[in-house]
């Protein structure tokens, strides 16, 4: 709905014409009969018309889509035969099978399908309708229970191999024993594909086996793989002919050689043993005996699984039955919605009628691609003329862009609005007729009309768009002035900055000058006051040390004098010991052991006193230097002066003193 207030709101009426268009307006409104009509014909017209060309587009679409399609379908088979390693012989066959399985709606696309029967055919051998089937429940039972068709096949093909099953009954087996829960643990197919010979040489068919992981579950085991292992050892123990077994077999009152004999011959012997052992085991009443018999038969899964849980699958329920159709049942379900209906019938059309038509129209694509590949030179050459004059026009064109885009620009704008414009009116003018009997309402289109100011809005289109283009062409030149602009902003702002930093400088060069007078004042003082310190230190550390080299020189002298008195005599290296004195050594270098109370003089001394000159008083003195103080020994200054005053008498009378 066109919001006249609005639009007169907005529009600037130009009052120096306005009343001459008014007059106009109303003449054209008196023709006016009948444009409704007109304007209803028009738009069938235009409606026709786009169809056509809708129809036109979808029928290209179409035949792009069956050359797409049959490309796919192309490419598909050779994954197949890639895969496979199948001759061109046996590709007719097996792409007949992918374009039915696809047709039957089964496989998320043709490289879906071709991969999932490589890997059937691969494990199987399989071909024709056999193939087809098993593809297509392979693809069933992933798409319901997550299986990937590798390992799906893998197990169906075990039960076929080893019991002799069709490939649909097997994959029913598989779907029924994941309905009633036998995956739980993830490992159906694997103990399936492990345990099916045991089974088969037990006699038991595929049914049985998965009656007997369903009976071992329904008693407790949490785990089908123990009820496969329990019984995978019972098919070994029975024939092995050892004591254990033996004493087992004598427990349960049965002949232990006929029993092997039997399980060891297979088939319907070994299922007659089979039930006779069951039945045995069943019906000791003492447990102790039945528990030596349970474990001899199945080993340590008797005792893990539990005797209860064996005896229960030994009996073997019948809930399963392959020849149910399982997995017709689950197509019906899975697929039965009105867009797999509907994808159906799209895909039989693809396969029925696209893909033909894709298979005429792909050789021609390629004659024709593999045509210009060939004469590409010949092309080159034809269009290089061509190419160099469009080539300078173009260069003209770009050489001159930022004149000719803004201008070009506004005009294609100013086309565009006038279209636009032109368009709109003959639906105002509609509208002006239905609303004739409207008078205020048509006063007011009347005024919009005959203002006209569609040429002044075409024209202002143009110009904002010439004008933001050139603007766009020459951004460069603009970014350049701004620039400038801001290059002579930030040189003012820098003056300013450096004006400011300076004084800021000054001042605190002024306060930092000041600061260091005090410190240098602070400074000198302390420094006469430190140095009148080390000084008195300097004086009294002279004095101690002075005092204490002259005790460590006394100590040294005591410590020697008190080693040259020591009474021991025991050194192995000595010359002599001479408790009853030694009148005169005899060679330099003379080793002595010196007792306590003896003298030893110097060679002086000694001539002095052969001599008798041992008389008189003399007087000596003797400096003893102390390096280093030791009271190691908790001595007083008493005992070490009566100690040096021994010694000093000890020197004036080895010399003659008195």
């Not at 071709?114 to 087809?132: F, I, P, R, S, Y």
């Not at 140095?531 to 460590?552: A, P, S, Y």
Request: charge should be negative; charged fraction near 25%.
């Amino acid at each position: 709905m066109i919001d006249l207030g609005a639009l007169l709101a907005r529009i600037q009426v130009d009052s120096g014409d306005s009343t001459q268009q008014l007059e106009n307006f109303s003449g054209k409104v008196e023709n006016a009969d009948g444009k409704s009509v007109g304007l209803k014909d028009a738009l069938k017209k235009l409606a026709a018309g786009f169809a056509i060309g809708a129809a036109i587009k979808k029928t290209a679409d179409a035949v792009v889509d069956c050359v797409k399609k049959t490309d796919e379908l192309k490419q598909s088979f050779n994954t197949l035969q890639t895969q496979t390693g199948a001759t061109d012989a046996e590709m007719e066959g097996l792409e007949q099978s992918l374009k039915n399985i696809y047709a039957n709606n089964y496989g998320e696309s043709f490289e879906d399908i071709a991969t999932a029967m490589a890997e059937v055919k691969n494990q199987t051998g399989l071909a024709g309708d056999a193939l087809e089937t098993m593809t297509e429940n392979a693809i069933i039972l992933r798409d319901t229970f997550g299986y990937e068709v590798q390992e799906s096949t893998r197990a169906a093909d075990m039960m076929m191999k080893q019991f002799g099953i069709t490939s649909e009954e097997a994959f029913n087996l598989i779907a029924q024993g994941s309905q009633y829960g036998l995956d739980k643990n993830g490992n159906l197919l694997d103990s399936i594909n492990e345990y099916s010979v045991h089974f088969e040489q037990l006699g038991f068919s595929a049914e049985d086996m998965f009656n007997v992981f369903h009976d071992g579950a329904m008693e407790g085991v949490f785990d089908i793989d123990k009820v496969g292992d329990a019984f995978k050892e019972f098919g070994i123990r029975v024939k092995d002919g050892s004591d254990t077994t033996n004493e087992a077999f004598s427990i349960l009152g049965l002949n232990a050689q006929e029993m092997q004999d039997k399980f060891s011959q297979g088939g319907e012997s070994a299922q007659e043993a089979y039930w006779k052992v069951t039945e045995a085991l069943n019906s000791i009443d003492d447990p102790v005996q039945r528990n030596i018999a349970g474990v001899n038969l199945f080993g340590t899964m008797w005792e893990d699984v539990g005797d209860k849980a064996i005896l229960g699958a030994m009996e073997m329920s019948d809930y399963f039955n392959g020849t149910v159709d399982t997995m017709n049942q689950i197509k019906e379900i899975k697929y039965d919605s009105l867009g797999n209906a509907f994808q159906g019938v799209g895909r039989q059309m693809e396969v029925g009628l696209m893909i033909p038509l894709g298979e005429k129209l792909l050789p021609k694509l390629n004659e024709f691609a593999n045509y210009i590949q060939e004469n590409m030179p010949s092309i080159q050459e034809t269009f290089q003329g061509i190419m160099d004059n469009v080539g300078a026009a173009i260069t003209f064109v770009t050489d001159n862009l930022n004149i000719i885009i803004p201008i070009l620009a506004g005009a294609v704008a100013g086309f565009v609005a006038f279209n636009v414009i032109n368009t709109v009116i003959p639906l105002f003018t509609a509208v002006q007729t239905a609303i004739t009997g409207t008078t205020t309402v048509q006063a007011a289109l009347n005024a919009v009309m005959a203002a006209n100011p569609f040429g002044l809005i075409v024209t202002a289109i143009g110009a904002l768009v010439a004008a933001g283009v050139a603007l766009y062409m020459n951004w460069d030149t603009v970014k350049q002035k701004c620039e400038e602009l801001f290059a002579k902003i930030s040189e003012a702002w820098e003056n300013i900055k450096t004006a400011i930093s300076t004084k800021v400088e000054e001042i605190k060069t002024a306060i930092n000058n000041k600061i260091q007078d005090f410190k240098n004042a602070g400074k000198a003082i302390f420094t006469g006051v430190w140095d009148g310190i080390k000084e008195v230190w300097e004086n009294l550390k002279g004095w101690v040390d002075e005092k204490v080299t002259w005790l460590t020189d006394k100590l040294a002298f005591w410590k020697k004098s008190k080693s040259e008195m020591s009474d021991d005599d025991s050194d192995d290296e000595s010359d002599g010991s001479h408790r009853n004195g030694l009148s005169y050594v005899p060679f330099d270098g003379y080793n002595a052991v010196l007792h306590r109370k003896e003298m030893v003089l110097t060679a002086a001394e000694a001539d002095r006193y052969r001599n008798g000159e041992n008389g008189g008083n003399k007087t000596e003195n003797f400096t003893v230097n102390i390096a280093k103080v030791e009271n190691s020994n908790g001595r007083t200054t008493g005992d070490l002066m009566r100690e040096m005053e021994f010694y000093r008498k000890s020197k004036k009378l080895a010399t003659g003193g008195a």
